[in-house]
């Protein structure tokens, strides 16, 4: 990563004064001089043109609405009288939007479906340079953004700083980044399982079970561990984060949503027995007669990095599928003083692996075994070649003569066969059954990779030290 500072050698800066447009080899960004926002985006491989805003947004944080429930004051004697309290004092009345309920560290629930924006206009800044072009928006006194998009790449990195919130008003504040888009979705977007799966999410609707939906913004947030997306026939549009949030595409057409930050004035009464409000002293939680747990000074910052794709359906996965894993797994830099270098640049293994392959773990457990997992990057049907089953012979794979190779769990701790004998044969709806394999399914060293399945590996070598050198 690297910074683009006004007054640095190359680079030019300057207020916009009209319509702004940045772009790369990719992509193309308009910044629109009316509204100090992203306008339109521009996917110049395919030619495919969105139009496109994003905003910087807060709820205000419910502190329930209910009075004559919240102010309850009996004691329940038993577990029945205690759930029955519970219900009366928090759980919406159906059809009433009446509840006591506060947003707070456990629950997320604003006072009114319609956030409110931080500034009816941010400034709008350009800096240019050789490696990339940057343009840098304030909202207000206390957020603001950073669009950075590098020559060569197909994504642009979108850095907010949040914080400290205001409270001047009184109310707790749920910020929220907002990206709305004439994409026409139908109310479904896609969120991540742990960096893997997509799941399919629509709005108001579950499944398994008759929603009844009380909570219209809470009731379809998911969690995004990596990321999200949003599609039709013609675009699909996909923000990567670089550490698990919350977010929906599916409260409204052609939007999505991330939560960046909150600041909330009221305890949810989830057992914190305190407010979500943050600050950067504390007095300590464990002092006989003081007041304990007293925050105090400044609402913390937040910053952090999304990461912006536009790309035909057909071609998304091929682009967002590696990002994904190069934001997750960063790579490690290191610094030395008068340490010569053997060799400018080395592999640990003696092949090139698949297009759709990955070496998740290499690691050496003896003088002669190496633990190994490999695992596929792409989903059931993301892309026509790269969703197709990989394979990988090991014993070609490093240096050195491999003398055997034994599958294991996927924890590594027992044997894979072990694993199988205990597996029951679940009839999952929709899931296609050659995706799954079995032990002894792979012949020898040569080993399968179906869609996204990662499998693990105790590789025996005549001397391990051979791989490193």
């Known amino acids: 990563s690297f910074r683009i500072e006004a007054g640095a050698p190359g680079a030019e800066a300057a207020e916009a004064a009209g319509d702004e447009v940045v772009e790369n080899e990719f992509l193309r960004l308009r910044f629109c001089a009316g509204t100090g926002a992203l306008c339109e985006m521009v996917d110049l491989t395919s030619n495919t043109t969105i139009e496109v805003s994003q905003d910087l947004q807060y709820y205000r944080a419910s502190v329930g609405n209910d009075k004559d429930h919240f102010d309850t004051d009996a004691v329940p004697t038993n577990d029945v009288e205690a759930d029955e309290l519970h219900k009366k004092r928090f759980m919406r009345e159906a059809g009433t939007g009446v509840s006591a309920q506060a947003s707070g560290a456990y629950i997320f629930r604003p006072n009114s479906s319609t956030p409110l924006r931080i500034a009816d206009k941010p400034t709008l800044k350009v800096v240019r340079t050789e490696v990339a072009t940057e343009v840098q928006q304030t909202f207000g006194s206390w957020a603001s953004q950073r669009w950075r998009l590098a020559k060569g790449q197909k994504h642009v990195e979108v850095t907010y700083t949040v914080g400290a919130i205001r409270l001047e008003d009184g109310w707790g504040k749920e910020v929220i980044s907002r990206y709305h888009t004439n994409i026409k979705n139908n109310g479904t977007s896609y969120t991540d399982s742990n960096g893997r799966e997509m799941l399919k999410r629509q709005r108001d609707f579950r499944k398994y079970w008759k929603l009844e939906q009380t909570e219209p913004v809470a009731g379809n947030y998911y969690p995004l561990a990596t990321g999200m997306h949003i599609g039709d026939e013609k675009a699909q549009l996909t923000v990567l984060v670089d550490a698990a949030q919350g977010g929906t595409g599916s409260i409204r057409n052609g939007e999505m949503e991330i939560m960046l930050h909150r600041r909330c004035l009221k305890d949810d009464s989830r057992g914190v027995s305190e407010p979500l409000n943050e600050t950067q002293f504390i007095t300590p939680y464990n002092q006989p007669g003081l007041p304990s747990g007293q925050h105090y000074g400044p609402g913390l910052v937040i910053r952090g990095t999304h990461y912006l794709l536009l790309t035909t359906p057909k071609e998304a996965a091929k682009a967002w599928r590696p990002l994904q894993d190069r934001v997750y797994v960063r790579p490690q830099l290191a610094f030395g003083s008068g340490v010569q270098v053997k060799a400018p640049s080395a592999s640990f293994v003696s092949e090139a692996l698949p297009a759709n392959v990955q070496l998740l773990t290499l690691e050496r457990l003896s003088e002669t075994n190496l633990l190994v997992r490999l695992g596929h990057q792409f989903g059931v049907g993301e892309d026509d070649e790269l969703s197709k089953p990989a394979t990988v012979d090991l014993s070609k794979l490093f240096k ?62 005549t001397a391990v030290d051979t791989v490193f050198v």
């Open 400 to 461: 050195g003569t491999v003398t055997a190779v034994k599958e294991l769990s996927l924890t590594a701790n027992q044997p894979r066969g072990d694993v199988d004998k205990k597996f029951i044969d679940w009839k999952v709806e929709d899931d296609p059954a050659d995706i799954y394999t079995k032990a002894g399914d792979d012949a020898g060293s040569s080993i399968t990779l179906t869609p996204l399945k990662i499998k693990t590996f105790v590789v025996s070598l």
